[in-house]
């Protein structure tokens, strides 16, 4: 691929940064796990941006940096897993640029 040819990014290349995050008084205690995710172009080495999640960082829900180019998302293992609502559904919503209409559905 020459510099004036437009890649259209076939491949990624994907990194996750996994941590523990310990107590401020105990740093032995672990109370939370987050991974930080960031994903490129394998060819052009383009960074792709998270689109939808909030600025900043929490443990509550996932969020992006300021690029837009690192989400950083609470993790926990499963056998911890707190969340016992339960799921009423699980909505999906695709959209691509091309798509002006957008449908969508609910299961
Ligand atoms: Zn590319």
Redesign the pocket.
């Known amino acids: 691929m020459t510099s004036d040819q437009k890649?259209?990014?076939?491949n990624f290349k994907a990194t996750v940064d996994v941590a523990r995050i310990t107590s401020n008084t105990d740093e032995t205690k672990v109370i939370a796990f987050k991974a930080d995710v960031d994903i490129k172009?394998a060819?052009?080495?383009?960074s792709f941006v998270f689109v939808g999640l909030p600025q900043g960082l929490t443990q509550q829900h996932p969020t992006v940096s300021i690029s837009g180019e690192t989400m950083s998302a609470p993790i926990e293992p499963i056998s911890g897993w707190t969340y016992t609502e339960p799921v009423m559904g699980y909505g999906v919503n695709i959209y691509t640029k091309e798509d002006e209409d957008v449908q969508p559905s609910q299961n």
């Open positions: 890649c259209d990014h076939p172009c060819e052009c080495k383009e």
